[in-house]
Structure formats: structure tokens, C-alpha cells
């Protein structure tokens, strides 16, 4: 592994089932993080860890939930997909400290219907 | 509420030049990042500006002006290969990162 992967590529859900997109850097990095990327809008952050057994909430958490056991891993949970998380979805890293850039997983594109 | 502003589009020459301006209102400011995303990809890192004026680094550079809440990312040499979003983002007072939706650039020969 190099960098920051995620899986899968793309999924197509329907509606109700539960999905968990996985993320994974070998980077040791300790921040991590989630967006969303919708056309027309910003990426919106969903959750983040700044270190490994803590996470926090972003500006759009409801419908998704995440971990972090150790510092590798950041999966990201939708309990029950709904049409509205059709998104493409990226996961990110970064080392501590201010000024450190977020690098970027390659993104999960999901159609829920 | 908080909230960054780019143009939606800009066209440009092929060897000529481009400033792609970003405004924002954001809660608290702790840096501005520039960020490229080709189409189909993931964003990767241009430039971070904390304090005020220019950080230039090869045909890429960034200004800051915290007064006005406001920096532009200056393209020099346009290659086809710069075809690409620009995505403008502030770090705020809770060291989160506010996005702009983006500036689609398009070079043309």
C-alpha cells in the first residue's frame, strides 16, 4: 500500500441497506478524515479522528457513523442508505500540526436508489 | 455562517496567464489552502498561505490578504494539463477546513 486507498471504487445500493466504505493509509498519519463531494457544493466534512480511538462529528454527520481503532483505519458506516447520500465520498489523512495539507484517497462514487 | 466564494468557470489561453480569486467568511482563520482536482480524481495539494502576501512555488503562486478576506491562486504558463477544478479552502477556529466549491478551469489551445 502506498499513500491512501479506499474500497470499493464505486457501489450502486439500494436503499435501506447498510454500506461501510474503507479507508486505509499507511502514512501514520493521525488525523483522518471524511467528506462528501457533491456538484455545485464544496466538500462537506462528514466525520473526522484526530488520533486513533477518537472521533468527532463534521458539518454533515447525520446517516453515517465511523471508527477508529487504530491509527491505519477510518471506516465510514452508512446504518441505513437513503438517496440523498448518492455522492462521491473521500477519505483523507494528515499529519498533527497547523499547517499540514490533507491528503486524499482516490474516492468512493455511491448511487444509492 | 461561513462561506467561501470562486468563480464557477474560467477559460484561459494555453501559455498565457490566470488568476483565480477566493473570498471567504469563515469563523476564526488559522490558513488557506489551494488544492487541484482533475476530473475524476482526488484533490491534491497546491499551496498554503497563513500569513499575508505571496508564496510562489514554480508556475504556481498564492496571495493572502487576511484584512480581506481574500487570496487568488496565479497560474503562469498555462499548460493543457492545468485543465482542472481549483478548490479554495480556509481552516477555521476549529482547525477544520471550509471548502469553496471550486473553480473549473478550462485551457484552450
Given amino acids: ?113 | 455562517g461561513q462561506n467561501i466564494d470562486q468563480p464557477t468557470e474560467m477559460t484561459a489561453t494555453e501559455g498565457a496567464i490566470v488568476q483565480i480569486n477566493c473570498t471567504y467568511q469563515t469563523s476564526g482563520f488559522n490558513g488557506l489552502f489551494w488544492y487541484q482536482q482533475h476530473a475524476g480524481e482526488a484533490p491534491t495539494f497546491l499551496s498554503y498561505n497563513v500569513l499575508d502576501g505571496l508564496e510562489e512555488k514554480g508556475r504556481f503562486s498564492s496571495f493572502l490578504s487576511r484584512s480581506k478576506g481574500y487570496s487568488y491562486l496565479l497560474l503562469k504558463e498555462l499548460q493543457m494539463k492545468d485543465s482542472a477544478s481549483y478548490l479554495c479552502a480556509v481552516r477555521d477556529s476549529n482547525y477544520q477546513l471550509i471548502w469553496g466549491a471550486g473553480t473549473k478551469l478550462i485551457i484552450k489551445p
Fill in chain 1, 1 to 113: 500500500i502506498a499513500g491512501i486507498t479506499q474500497a470499493p471504487t464505486s457501489q450502486i445500493l439500494a436503499a435501506g441497506r447498510r454500506m461501510t466504505l474503507r479507508c486505509t493509509q499507511d502514512m501514520r498519519h493521525n488525523a483522518m478524515y471524511w467528506y462528501r463531494q457533491d456538484l455545485g457544493l464544496g466538500l462537506r466534512l462528514i466525520h473526522y479522528s484526530n488520533t486513533a480511538g477518537t472521533t468527532g462529528k463534521g458539518e454533515v454527520p447525520d446517516g453515517y457513523s465511523v471508527s477508529r481503532a487504530n491509527t491505519d483505519d477510518f471506516p465510514l458506516t452508512l446504518a441505513s442508505a437513503v438517496p440523498s447520500q448518492t455522492s462521491v465520498y473521500f477519505c483523507a489523512s494528515s499529519p498533527s500540526g497547523e499547517n499540514n495539507e490533507q491528503f486524499f484517497g482516490p474516492g468512493t462514487r455511491l448511487t444509492v436508489l
